[in-house]
């Protein structure tokens, strides 16, 4: 059995941290709506159209099956 020391540093601890309640809270919304939680390889496409930004509203989301090469996500206003 191989042993390894990984040596992080504090930027990368709280990237690690950041992460972990990302998910935490996508995990809770799930919950809340009843819908099965699936992880989202960060490798994976997501389709999100051109006029999504920080000043239109309402942004939606709609998740089809998984591909070979995308998440199924598609973000649109």
Known sequence: MNNYLYELNMSQINSWLSLLKLIAEQKEICKKYRAPYLETPLELKVGIARNVSGKVYP???????????TTGWYIWV
């Open 59 to 69: 942004i939606n989301g709609l998740r089809h099956n998984p591909t070979s090469d």
